[in-house]
């Protein structure tokens, strides 16, 4: 079962969605926020965040440095391409050799055979658990690594945090904060993990992006405003009567009584993420993109948030 939010208990007021969209999305959602904050808006004091995937990363990060060091310790990387991934939120991508567009046909597959929401958990869960049972075993050390050196702590913040996964063995959603006895670090392997699970204890988890949809802002339930950014705009693979939609799920947040605004890329930028979301190259360039859009919607927020 989730988790909930320990300040849920206390007045929520401000909570902040960071969604999955792989290393490019993740760099987006740093752009996004030091543009809002260099225009004199600061989300980064949200009462609860919630990291799904790339979001998780990016939640802890925002934790952990400013926004401007995170901005400027993308533009300043060594230039790469294609990686082991960042989380997805969608599926589409994991650490492994296999292509992207390979990983999300059998995601897509899975949720075809689906009959809903739970039905697709129990499935990928399973599947993650074959691919588990094939390998050696030394995957969720590796990744680990790989997360935590992402990090600019390892401690988790102060401020609530929740970070998504799905247990690969009961298909049951998950939401770990710094109550839950869990490593920062290995709650954020767990949810950037869409393909081979990460193992904490004796259990197995995958991608965050899987417990409903890239964003899972239903978490937010109860917070007076909600400000969603989502890599992927609030696509889904999933049929829409299964209710998971973006869409669906804030307009239960506004009949809840919250105040939603949502940050999309724009246009010009989409062409960044999806099949292209594993590139590190395109990391300054998703980057910059959301800093220009952060600044830009600075203005229209400030009243929203403040």
């Given at each position: ?158 401020r609530p945090v929740l970070i998504t996964a799905v247990n690969a ?73 299964w209710g998971t939609h973006l869409a669906t799920q804030l307009d239960e947040l506004r009949a809840g009584g919250s ?48």
């Open positions: 079962m989730d988790a909930t939010p320990s300040s849920s208990l206390h007045s929520p007021k401000r909570a902040l969605v960071l969604g999955g969209g792989g290393s490019t999305g993740n760099a987006w959602l740093i752009g996004v926020i030091a543009g809002l904050f260099e225009a004199g808006l600061d989300v980064t004091t949200a009462d609860l965040t919630i990291g799904t995937s790339a979001g998780s990363t990016a939640a802890a990060q925002i934790a952990g440095a400013t926004p401007a060091e995170l901005l400027a310790n993308i533009f300043n990387a060594v230039p790469q391409h294609r990686s082991a991934p960042l989380g997805s939120g969608a599926g589409a991508g994991r650490a492994s050799a296999r292509p992207v567009v390979n990983h999300l046909e059998r995601i897509t597959k899975i949720i075809s055979d689906a009959q809903d929401v739970a039905d697709m958990r129990r499935r990928l869960g399973a599947a993650a658990l074959e691919l588990h049972a094939a390998s050696d075993g030394s995957w969720s050390i590796q990744w680990r690594t790989t997360v935590a050196a992402r990090l600019p702590g390892q401690h988790w913040p102060e063995r009961t298909g049951g959603p998950v939401a770990f904060d710094r109550h839950s006895g869990v490593d920062l670090a290995d709650a954020i392997a767990a949810s950037c993990s869409s393909g081979l699970p990460y193992k904490i204890g004796d259990d197995l988890y995958i991608d965050g992006g899987f417990r409903s949809n890239a964003e899972n802002a239903d978490l937010a339930a109860g917070y007076e405003r909600v400000l969603v950014l989502s890599p992927f705009g609030g696509r889904s693979l999933h049929p829409f009567e105040r939603v605004e949502t940050i999309f890329p724009d246009s010009d930028s989409e062409h960044l993420f999806g099949a292209n979301a594993m590139d590190l190259s395109l990391r300054p360039p998703a980057a910059r993109a959301g800093y220009e859009q952060g600044k830009a919607l600075a203005g229209q927020l400030t009243g929203f948030w403040s």
